[in-house]
């Protein structure tokens, strides 16, 4: 892989062009990272509107048709249902766990099969969230493994 970098004080707005024999798997999670480094989010929390930095976010959980966002100690809440996160975050780290949470791969510390053939995943910061059976080869597919 070569990498060039142009700088000059004529340009105006960043862009990045990528130039390859074939577009591979590898590459859409390179443009996906690409894509989610500059992502932001909107949630709310007591009324208030906050602009969050999608890297902190651990998971994303529908209750009651609510969808809230979870970072390390924080809740917010989100105007956006599940299928609408999970478009928006196809090919980057985040993936669908079962009916009610997506989580963010990059938050996963440690995977431990459970019955029924479902996984428990323990995040970074020491929750505790189940892969249904259902979704359990799409993480394996994603983890490689």
């Known amino acids: 892989m070569k990498i060039t970098i142009n700088e000059s004080e004529d340009i105006e707005d960043l862009e990045i062009v990528v130039n390859c024999k074939r577009v591979d798997e590898n590459l859409l999670k390179m443009i996906a990272a690409i894509r989610a ?5 909107t949630a709310t929390r007591d009324g208030k509107l906050f ?9 994303f959980e529908s209750v ?3 969808t809230f966002i979870y970072l390390d100690k924080d809740v917010y809440e989100s105007s956006l249902r599940l299928y609408e996160l999970e478009e928006k975050f196809v090919n980057t ?5 079962s009916k009610s949470t997506i989580i963010n791969l990059s938050k996963i510390k440690v995977i431990t099969p459970i019955f029924g053939g479902k996984l428990e995943v323990l ?3 020491n929750e505790k969230l ?5 979704y359990v080869p799409l993480l394996k597919r994603k983890l490689n493994f």
Do not use: T
Not at 93 to 97: G, H, I, L, N, V
Not at 130 to 134: A, G, I, K, L
């Open 37 to 41: 480094f500059d992502r932001k989010i």
């Open 51 to 59: 602009v969050l930095d999608v890297d902190a976010i651990y998971y």
């Open 64 to 66: 009651d048709k609510k």
């Open 93 to 97: 780290d985040f993936f669908r766990a």
């Open 123 to 125: 995040l970074e910061n």
């Open 130 to 134: 189940v892969v249904s059976r259902q």
